[in-house]
């Protein structure tokens, strides 16, 4: 298992050698910074940290400005938890997209656009209640019954209703890495990832 931080750049396609149009998210991946190697007698567990992005001075608490030093490196404004890597690495190290090859597959984590808050048509993909008969001419995409009534005299957990949507943690499976442009720090999978254009993206392999 290894994985890398990175930030979603943008979509768009690229021909494949059958000629097949591939649509496909560039993302900006690395360099990151180990900053902390745990281990199970010293933290109960073993993971490597990865840190991604610059921040600024003013902006770091001072004990991450500390933790930060440790590793020798600027301050970072990403960190993320990694399983161990199939080499071991070192405090201060740096993990690039050459850890990639061309044809692996990926799970890509990200943070979805927020709505706000939606009714069930577009939250849930409700229908409506059809056709204007009837008389309900205002109730095309209302949510319709939500229960009974003296049993249970209340509306059950988990009934799909209106609200908050988006914003949530979604992985995406098995994507292939199309290209790889080392020099940019660039990664191009198929697919689509969840996110708006800047937001970060954890890539694991």
């Known amino acids: 298992m290894s994985g890398i931080i990175g930030k979603k750049v943008g979509m768009t396609s690229i021909f494949d050698a059958d000629g097949k149009n591939i649509p496909c998210t560039v993302i900006e991946a690395g360099p990151c910074v180990v900053t902390q190697v745990k281990t199970v007698e010293k933290d109960g567990y073993v993971s490597v940290q990865l840190s991604y992005d610059e921040a600024k001075e003013k902006n770091t608490t001072s004990p991450l400005k500390g933790h930060f030093a440790k590793a020798n490196t600027t301050p970072k404004r990403k960190i993320v938890e990694f399983q161990p890597f199939e080499e071991p690495l070192n405090l201060g190290d740096t993990v690039t997209v050459d850890i990639f090859a061309e044809g692996d597959y990926v799970d890509v984590v990200g943070t979805s656009k ?55 943690r979604v992985k995406v499976q098995n994507l292939r890495v199309l290209k790889i442009y080392a020099d940019q720090n660039l990664l191009v999978v198929s697919g689509s990832i969840p996110g708006a254009k800047g937001s970060y993206v954890i890539l694991d392999k």
């Open 114 to 168: 927020g709505k706000g808050f939606q009714g069930v048509v577009k939250r849930h993909g409700f229908g409506g209640v059809g056709g204007q008969t009837h008389g309900q001419h205002n109730r095309l995409r209302a949510p319709g019954s939500l229960g009974a009534s003296s049993y249970p005299s209340r509306v059950f957990k988990g009934m799909r209703m209106a609200g908050r949507t988006g914003g949530d």
